[in-house]
């Protein structure tokens, strides 16, 4: 069996970046005063979305990358894939620290291209990851 390199970079990577916006909600709670929830703010609501949106596909992604890696699909494949999730999420993270990124406001028109960019790098890298082990199963 071979060990999951690619798998273990991207996971490493992306660990890190959830740390970062671990500590960014941890520290705006704390600076705001707010124990549980968002307490109506809005920019917290935005650094709570970050972080979780990360944590909601970061582990799968990895999980899955690895078996990839270490069944049918090629290496080069692997990479290409794990780079764009990891660009896309970074864009995705870059677009919910501004309101026209996750409110959708009139201004900045370019944190919202990220967002798109950041969830279609997502929804790609899924896709293509789900098929290119079951076209190499199967």
């Known amino acids: 069996m071979t060990i999951p390199l690619i798998a273990a970079v991207a996971g490493a990577i992306l ?3 959830q740390a970062i916006l671990m500590i960014l909600v941890g520290m705006h709670r704390i600076k705001n005063r707010v124990n549980l929830g968002t307490g109506d703010d809005l920019a917290l609501e935005r650094k709570i979305r970050r972080h979780g949106n990360l944590a909601e596909n970061a582990a799968l ?6 078996l990839a ?7 080069n494949i ?3 894939i794990a780079l764009v999730f990891i660009i896309g999420r970074i864009f995705h993270a870059i677009a919910l620290s501004t309101v026209a990124g996750s409110h959708g406001a009139k201004t900045g ?3 919202q291209a990220f967002r798109a960019i950041g969830a279609l790098s997502t ?3 899924f896709v293509a990851l789900g098929g ?3 076209a190499g199963i199967f």
């Open 15 to 17: 660990i890190i970046l």
């Open 61 to 66: 992604f990895v999980a899955v990358l690895a």
């Open 69 to 75: 890696e270490m069944t049918v699909v090629p290496n």
């Open 78 to 80: 692997v990479r290409i």
């Open 109 to 111: 028109k370019i944190f």
């Open 123 to 125: 929804f790609g890298s």
């Open 132 to 134: 290119y082990l079951l």
